[in-house]
Nanobody, 119 residues
């Protein structure tokens, strides 16, 4: 059974840094495209960062220059490095990945990680 499992420290002070990880497990060939989303209370889920199969990245204006999405293909893991964190970055963060399974692909979601930026 394929799963995306997120991990990372959840509480940080303003100006601090966090790194979230999202590891795919199961009988898979690899991760194609991936993205990190977040949802703050009372707000819609928004795309924060995306990474294409070819390595192209895109970021929301609110995080560009502070967040970096990357991947380790050997470990089937996607990362989100977050720097200069602000209280408004507080949200539940979800990873999403398009995973190659034999001759087909399918999208999966991580379980979500609460990130709180507070002093």
């Amino acid at each position: 059974q394929v799963q995306l499992v997120e991990s990372g420290r959840c509480l940080v002070q303003p100006g601090g840094s966090l790194r979230l990880s999202c590891a795919a497990s199961g009988s898979i060939f690899g991760i194609n495209a991936a993205g990190w989303y977040r949802q703050a209370p009372g707000k819609q889920r928004e795309l924060v960062a995306s990474l294409s199969r070819g390595g192209s990245t895109n970021y929301a204006d609110s995080v560009r220059g502070r967040f970096t999405i990357s991947r380790d293909n050997a470990k089937n893991t996607v990362f989100l490095e977050m720097n200069s964190l602000k209280p408004e970055d507080t949200a539940v963060y979800y990873c999403n990945a398009n995973i190659q399974i034999a001759f087909t692909t399918r999208d999966y979601w991580g379980q979500g990680t609460q990130v709180t930026v507070s002093s």
